[in-house]
């Protein structure tokens, strides 16, 4: 990633409205943020990882873990156009000391996992680093998950993605993109 001072100007400017809003928030916890530029850096930076993970509402349905770059994400005043660029969303049983994932894939968008505008980035390897963290802390001892996305291609994004973390895929369906997947922490 290549930018300008007066691009890293604009940009610090959206990262750090974007990171006053996320911490003023008092649902929402901040995992890491990084604000320094570098060139060619995967993932892309500046960066806010985010969760709305509280572990004492044991009540929810589910959670999300996002992550937010002013990188190609700033209007012509210098604001973000989106709250984050990212979500893996999930939900954890405490009794069952488990997580569950679903990915899919809706209208232009690869997913909750990534928008597509933004996938090539390591927006998503964060999330999943993230909720690795999340599920050893947590003391979970397996992650599973589904993936519905448009065709058999997109599927093996996904699973290219998910086997990075030592995930294991069961097809359902290849050709429509249909798919298990799993990763046992502990037994």
């Known amino acids: 990633m290549d930018v300008s001072q007066e691009q890293e100007k604009i940009m610090g400017k959206a990262y750090q409205e974007r990171l006053t809003a996320i911490e003023a ?8 943020k990084v604000v320094d530029y570098r060139k060619d850096s995967q993932p892309v930076t500046p960066y806010i990882v985010y969760t709305d993970f509280d572990r004492a509402q044991i009540n929810e349905k589910s959670s999300s873990i996002f992550v937010y770059t ?5 209007d012509k005043y210098g604001h973000s156009k989106t709250d984050y660029q990212n979500e893996l969303l999930f939900e954890y049983d405490a009794w069952a000391k488990a997580i569950h994932i679903t990915v899919l894939e809706t209208l232009g968008a690869e997913s909750q996992l990534a928008f597509y505008d933004f996938q090539n980035h390591g927006l998503a390897q964060l999330a999943l680093t993230y909720l690795l963290k999340i599920a050893r802390k947590n003391n979970v001892h397996k992650i ?5 996305s448009f065709d058999g291609e997109s599927l093996k994004q996904v699973m290219t993605l998910f086997e990075k973390f030592d995930f294991k895929f069961k097809i359902q369906n290849g050709q429509q993109g249909l798919a298990s997947f799993s990763l046992i922490l502990a037994e």
């Not at 002013?70 to 700033?74: G, H, I, R």
């Not at 599973?144 to 519905?148: A, F, L, P, Q, Y």
């Open 144 to 148: 599973t998950g589904n993936v519905s």
């Open 70 to 74: 002013a990188y190609e994400n700033v």
């Open 25 to 32: 928030n008092s649902k929402l916890t901040i995992l890491d």
